[in-house]
């Protein structure tokens, strides 16, 4: 913590934590006997991700077990359908609580085989294979800019995705509840998004290597397949620090699996020593509102030697006593009405604004006054011209 003094003490020490850098697991999936560089592209462009790092784990479908689809925070089935079993339940139950599910939905993708269990978090049915070898193949044409995966190629010079050319892809019939993000130039669905349960799942119709297109060799390749996964994780980076009267929300790792007596609550102890006890929902979760400034120590009853340190400070905007400009006063308590008039107001009642206002009526009565000189002037004149007219004698005329 970093100590600054002024008139007010209440802000004068600046609470942080320093932590490791957060990373997202994922669990890449692929067929069983598949060669290594099935995933070689995916994998190499995850593990090159820095703001989060990854840590990538690739696996043949049959051998995940359990534990190590749940110790995932995202998983990939490239081009492979998912596990049946004791796997494929696992793997249902971790997405239905909150883990991502990204599906490459490429050749090797059997739509007769996928496991009854596992078909309902997908967002759609996938059908047959659309084919666009003859020609030069179908391109990304349409996309939801606005969309967290996309938003990143907004930018100019950031990636031209129509240029990479698919050559085969998956057709699919979308959800009801479904979004399409992304489609190709003929109109069929390229990325589509829905949730099941809590998770979030997304399916890349076409192959995440070069079997059915040439992404992996364009530069877009990089940053889109980063964006997906992460996006389907829901990873938020965990701020160094928070501010007074935030909702810290709380969620218990592992709680599906934990008996409903293991989730007793979380204690929270602020700064002042004053100890909080949050009881936990049946998933495991719960939220803490933070009236305090200081170093908040929340733990769960399982684990109370291991706390989650918080520092909360206070908000500074509450003892700053610079001038606020007229113009934001103006815009925060008036509507856009009401603003020109009193800004007019505030601008009146500034001395140098009014004088310099004053200053151009002066010219203004200076020159009424030139005007009604002249005015008088050239009626004395006049006068004058006609009272000599009526006193000069009456000629007489003689013929």
Not at 2 to 31: K, M
Not at 87 to 105: N, S
Not at 226 to 234: D, G, K, M, W
Not at 364 to 384: D, P, S
């Amino acid at each position: 913590a970093g100590e600054l003094s002024d008139d007010i003490e209440l802000d004068d020490t600046f609470r942080f934590v320093i932590e490791p850098s957060q990373a997202v697991d994922v669990l890449v999936l692929q067929s069983p006997g598949a060669p290594g560089s099935r995933s070689l592209f995916l994998r190499q462009a995850l593990s090159l991700s820095a703001e989060p790092p990854m840590r990538v784990t690739t696996l043949g479908a049959s051998s995940a077990t359990p534990e190590q689809i749940r110790s995932a925070d995202v998983i990939v089935l490239n081009d492979v359908a998912a596990p049946d079993g004791a796997g494929g339940a696992a793997l249902a139950d971790h997405v239905q609580t909150g883990a991502g599910l990204v599906v490459a939905a490429g050749a090797r993708v059997n739509t007769r085989t996928w496991p009854e269990l596992t078909t309902d978090p997908l967002p759609g049915v996938l059908a047959d294979v659309a084919d666009r070898a003859r020609g030069t193949g179908a391109s990304l044409t349409t996309v939801d800019s606005d969309h967290p995966v996309f938003e990143v190629f907004r930018a100019p010079r950031s990636g031209d995705l129509a240029a990479g050319r698919v050559y085969r892809y998956r057709r699919i019939e979308p959800a009801a509840a479904a979004s399409v993000i992304a489609r190709y130039d003929d109109g069929g669905p390229a990325l589509i998004e829905g949730a099941f349960g809590e998770g979030r799942v997304l399916v890349w119709t076409t192959s995440f290597d070069r079997t059915w297109n040439d992404l992996p060799v364009q530069p877009v390749y990089l940053p889109l397949v980063q964006r997906i996964v992460l996006y389907a994780a829901e990873f938020q980076a965990e701020p160094a620090w928070r501010r007074v009267g935030e909702e810290l929300e709380l969620a218990r790792v592992g709680a599906e699996d934990a008996p409903e007596s293991e989730l007793a609550a979380w204690t929270g102890e602020t700064a002042s020593g004053d100890r909080r006890v949050v009881e936990a929902s049946e998933a495991g979760r719960g939220s803490i509102r933070l009236d305090e400034a200081g170093y908040w120590e929340i733990d769960a009853s399982q684990e109370p030697d291991d706390p989650w340190v918080v520092a909360v400070n206070t908000r500074v905007t509450e003892s700053d006593l610079a001038t606020i400009p007229t113009e934001e006063l103006l815009a925060a308590v008036t509507t856009d009405a009401d603003t020109a008039t009193l800004a007019m107001s505030a601008t009146i009642a500034d001395p140098e604004a009014r004088e310099r206002r004053q200053a151009g009526w002066r010219y203004l009565i200076a020159a009424a006054g030139l005007i009604l000189i002249l005015e008088a002037a050239l009626a004395n004149r006049r006068t004058g011209y006609a009272r000599r007219g009526r006193d000069a004698p009456a000629r007489r005329l003689e013929v």
